[in-house]
Nanobody, 115 residues
Framework: QVRLVESGGGLVQSGGSLRLSCAAS????????MGWYRQAPGKQRELVAR???????NYADSVKGRFTISRDNAENTAFLQMNSLKPEDTAVYYC?????????WGQGTQVTVSS
């Protein structure tokens, strides 16, 4: 089993920045892709960004140029640096990891951007 714990969410004004962290614990050997998803009220969960173990990244079009995903494989931690935040970025942000064809989710962290 893999346990994912997110941190770093909060309330920020439009144009501000936040940095989310996701710490993986448990059986972490073999974790491949780690990613961030978000779900706003009344909307489906959507991919924000993901990064492979080798550092290959991809981003949702809506966050390109503003968000940066990174990871520390030695610490089994992933990060999401969010700059130039907009009210439409308001959502619960979930960390995701896949390991040997199994998918794991964190409990989520709230990000609220005020206008």
């Amino acid at each position: 089993q893999v346990r994912l714990v997110e941190s770093g969410g909060g309330l920020v004004q439009s144009g501000g920045s936040l940095r989310l962290s996701c710490a993986a614990s448990g059986i972490v050997f073999g974790i491949n892709t780690m990613g961030w998803y978000r779900q706003a009220p009344g909307k489906q969960r959507e991919l924000v960004a993901r990064i492979s173990r080798d550092g290959i990244t991809n981003y949702a079009d809506s966050v390109k140029g503003r968000f940066t995903i990174s990871r520390d494989n030695a610490e089994n931690t992933a990060f999401l640096q969010m700059n130039s935040l907009k009210p439409e970025d308001t959502a619960v942000y979930y960390c995701n990891a896949d390991r040997l064809a199994e998918n794991y989710w964190g409990q989520g962290t709230q990000v609220t951007v005020s206008s």
